[in-house]
């Protein structure tokens, strides 16, 4: 998941830290995007540290109040999920993506990985999200998707070969 913030003078890229064990400073250089941020001149921002504000919705079961960084209520964000099932939730796609703006600080749940809170309830958990935050756009990639598993596991037979878009 991607949030462009175009004000009329600057740009601003910021990618979720993707890796556990990996900083997004690593994780931006690997893909090459520190390289991009330069020849385009855009600031990238590891969303796991950016300013937070807190929202509130009284009707959510898990998340009757969340904190999610600033710019995420001031951007237009594109989402890039790819066609997968999942073993934890019935429906995930770009709904799930949404989980990149949760900040560790406080949704780290004590486990092994970064966002384990939302885990314990999954399908709620991302229902209470997606009340709080919509990607503007979503491009999936359906190309090949995975049938069983999102760690891996066997892909579509026959494969999708579909790009899937949406706005909202």
């Given amino acids: 998941m991607s949030v462009i913030d175009i004000p009329f003078e600057s740009y601003e890229l910021s ?9 997004a400073d ?15 001149n ?29 710019i995420a209520g001031k951007s237009y964000i594109v989402s890039l999920p790819v066609l997968k099932a999942h073993s934890l939730a019935f429906v995930t796609g770009t709904l799930k993506n949404m989980m990149g703006f949760a900040p560790p600080s406080h949704y780290s749940g004590g486990g092994f990985w970064k966002k384990a809170f939302f885990h314990h309830r999954m399908q709620q958990s991302i229902i209470d999200l997606n009340r709080y935050l919509l990607p503007d756009l979503t491009l999936m990639d359906a190309s090949v998707g995975l049938s069983k ?16 878009a949406g706005f909202g």
């Fill in 15 to 23: 990618v979720p830290q993707i890796l556990d064990k990996i900083g």
């Fill in 26 to 40: 690593e994780v931006f250089k690997t893909l090459g995007y520190d390289s991009l941020a330069r020849e385009l």
């Fill in 42 to 70: 855009i600031k990238l921002l590891d969303l796991n540290h950016a300013p937070l504000e807190k929202r509130t919705n009284p009707g959510n079961e898990i998340f009757p109040e969340i904190f999610l960084p600033e």
């Fill in 149 to 164: 598993y999102h760690l891996g596991g066997p892909e579509c037979d026959p494969r999708i070969n579909r790009l899937l």
